[in-house]
């Protein structure tokens, strides 16, 4: 009897906790953005949340998965699967992630393709790294990146990084305040970018980091996506 007591008491507790959140939230899209990056892809998207004062009850970072693009693909895909079992489901979940030498990488976009509703998930790739978003804030290149020597293809990229932006670390708070100033160059950046990538058939180099940005940008404007 009292463990059937304590059953219905947390049950009680969870639907009224979920209540409340709902509650809290904006009249906008509910939005799950999962990162393979420990910190330094969920800092950065928490410090984009922040300074255009998104509610935090509409729009949840996490980083808490394998470094896999696979494994960035299954968490969010079971992180939407018990959204809505709470009745409480997303209405948009982004998969961040790297191409970078992972052999998951083609996998993890077929899994997208496949995701249903299809108008919830999506792909934002870095190619080869999320870096090269970052080096789009100081200067524009297509020129594809390699690996060389003992330094890995991402390292090459870090390496071109640092020699505009010296201080910059990996993992730590502040990227995105600190390029804010820059934040339109690079938008424009990565689309010349990836429309350059789709003309010539090679994606070493591009990003579709700036239309994650855009969309949160303008999030509180746009209606919810209906599967067609």
């Known amino acids: ?34 990162s393979e990056g420990g910190k330094t892809e969920p800092n950065y998207f928490n410090e984009l949340v922040d300074y255009y004062k998104l509610n935090s ?15 960035v693909v299954s968490h969010a895909d079971k992180l939407y699967r018990e959204s809505v079992d709470e009745n409480n489901a ?4 982004f998969c961040v992630f790297d191409r970078d030498t ?21 792909a934002i790739t870095s190619i080869p790294c999320f870096e090269y978003w ?13 690996a060389a020597g003992k330094s890995s293809i991402a390292a090459t990229v870090l390496q071109e990084l640092k020699k505009y932006w010296p201080e ?4 730590v708070a502040g990227n995105f305040s600190h390029r804010i100033g820059e934040l339109d160059f690079a938008k424009a950046n990565a689309a010349r970018a990836l429309k350059s990538a789709q003309a010539n058939g090679n994606e070493n180099p591009s990003t579709r980091v700036h239309e994650l940005i855009e969309y949160l940008q303008s999030i509180k404007k746009i209606g919810k996506c209906i599967e067609t």
Do not use: W
Not at 90 to 93: E, N, S
Not at 102 to 122: E, N, S
């Open 1 to 34: 009897m009292g463990s059937e007591n304590l059953f219905h008491k947390r049950k009680a507790r969870q639907a009224s906790d979920l209540q409340r959140r709902k509650e809290q939230r904006a009249p906008y899209d509910r939005v799950l953005i999962v």
């Open 168 to 171: 910059y670390e990996k993992s």
């Open 57 to 71: 009850a509409n729009v949840e970072v996490t980083g808490d998965c394998g470094s896999s693009p696979t494994s």
């Open 102 to 122: 992972h052999d998951g990488y083609q996998p993890a976009l077929d899994r997208i393709a496949g995701l249903k509703p299809r108008c919830v998930f999506t």
């Open 90 to 93: 997303f209405d948009r979940v």
């Open 134 to 146: 970052l080096l789009l804030h100081f200067t524009y290149t297509d020129r594809p990146f390699h």
